[in-house]
């Protein structure tokens, strides 16, 4: 099994409404990492978790609050989002955090209405 | 400043030619250096990775180059298929503090292959 694999693929949620974001791999990956990708923008670094610690956050807003329960999951629960938060959420892992070959999942499209 | 520009924006081009985008990058220390194609609204997948002292790789139909003096690279496409349309990133790794390397991506390159 060499995928990360993001659920749900299509989100819209209202700018009151909670909702949590997952990502899963089974590839022994020791760290993982949130992204956030607008259109026709490349990704933007949101979180890195190694060996399920939060070790880097590039001060995102506290309505985006990470999530690692182990070291096969990553969530990214969200409240009170705007309309700008709409965007592509990449989920990706490394095999150790000073790995560089990092693995993409398909990613959560998001809209906040 | 850590920074990877690629030129061009966007390329059309017919099936059946090829084509090169380029890549240059000024990032410090660097690590390695990765092409990414991306179907619109999917995730990054990761076509050839290249360390400093490798000049060439390929996969398949790609072959990417790498001149880490003058800090530039090249994602040679041959052949074009219509899949091939998608946004090509270059990535730059970074040493980064705490045994983490950052990822700096580039803006892409979005190419269109038409039949």
């Known amino acids: 099994d060499t995928e990360v694999t993001q659920t749900p693929k299509h989100l819209v949620m209202g700018m009151t409404n909670k909702k949590s974001l997952k990502c899963e791999q089974h590839?022994?990956?020791?760290?993982m990492y949130w992204y956030k990708q607008k259109a026709k923008k490349p990704p933007e670094l949101m979180f890195v978790?190694?060996?399920?610690?939060?070790?880097i956050n590039e001060s995102v807003p506290s309505r985006f609050s990470p999530e690692c329960p182990n070291s096969s999951l990553l969530n990214l629960h969200l409240h009170a989002l705007q309309p700008e938060d709409s965007a592509l959420y990449l989920c990706?892992?490394?095999?150790?955090?000073?790995?560089?070959?990092?693995?993409f999942g398909q990613g959560t499209r998001l809209t906040v209405v | 400043k850590n920074q990877v520009e690629q030129s061009p924006q966007s390329l059309i081009i017919l099936e059946g030619k090829n084509c090169t985008l380029q890549?240059?990058?000024?990032?410090?220390?660097?690590?390695?250096l990765r092409w990414y194609k991306q179907d619109t609204g999917r995730g990054p997948v990761s076509l050839t990775i290249?360390?400093?002292?490798?000049n060439t790789k390929s996969n398949g139909r790609y072959t990417a180059t790498l001149d880490a003096d003058t800090k530039q690279s090249s994602l040679h496409i041959t052949a074009s298929q219509l899949s091939d349309s998608a946004s090509y990133i270059c990535?730059?790794?970074?040493?980064?503090?705490?045994?983490?390397?950052?990822?700096?991506f580039g803006a892409g390159t979005r190419l269109a292959v038409h039949p």
């Open positions: 978790y190694s060996y399920e610690k939060l070790s």
């Open positions: 890549c240059n990058y000024t990032v410090s220390p660097f690590s390695n």
């Open positions: 590839m022994g990956h020791r760290a």
């Open positions: 990535v730059v790794s970074c040493e980064f503090s705490g045994g983490y390397n950052k990822l700096i």
């Open positions: 290249m360390t400093f002292s490798e």
């Open positions: 990706a892992s490394s095999p150790k955090p000073g790995e560089t070959e990092a693995f």
